[in-house]
């Protein structure tokens, strides 16, 4: 019931946050090097960057460095069915292996993409970036 209580108000906002995302997006510069955050790294924001770099290279806009991290422990590799599931979708994250969100990598994006709000709010608190410079994946849909 808890979870149906907070996904009912976030579903609702959806469609109004989405405008809101892509018009501030519309509106900044175009980024030169973008940033994908999730918790471990391992999945998601691997999946997530590569899906974008892919796109951004098929659109032409392939001078777009398009990088992931997270933050837990480095060096952590996707398990089996992650990579099968990112295969069937041609990514292929075999040579992956988590990479911890440090100061610098925060600093050096542009755009930064996250999955959940907490990660947005701890990417703002930790590294002072504006709210500005990170967005919702789920945001974007």
């Known amino acids: 019931m808890l979870t149906l209580l ?4 976030d579903q609702l906002l959806h469609r109004s946050r989405r405008r809101a995302a892509l018009e501030a997006l519309a509106a900044r510069r175009p980024p030169s ?3 994908v955050v999730c918790n471990g790294n391992v999945f998601r924001s691997p999946f997530a960057a590569a899906l974008l770099q892919r796109e951004l290279d098929r659109r032409g806009s ?3 460095l398009v990088e992931s991290a997270g933050f837990s422990a480095p060096g952590r ?3 089996p069915h992650a990579i099968a599931a ?3 979708r041609g990514i292929d994250l075999r040579g992956h ?3 911890l969100l440090v100061a610098d990598l925060a600093r050096a994006a542009d755009l930064i993409v996250v999955m959940e709000e907490a990660q947005r709010r ?3 608190e930790r590294f002072g970036r504006a709210v500005r410079d990170v967005v919702l994946l789920g945001d974007l849909d």
């Not at 907070?6 to 108000?9: A, G, L, M, S």
């Open 62 to 64: 392939g001078s777009v």
């Open 33 to 35: 090097r973008v940033l």
């Open 86 to 88: 990112a295969a069937r």
């Open 97 to 99: 292996g988590s990479q």
């Open 77 to 79: 590799c996707p398990p």
């Open 6 to 9: 907070r996904r009912v108000p």
């Open 122 to 124: 701890s990417v703002c």
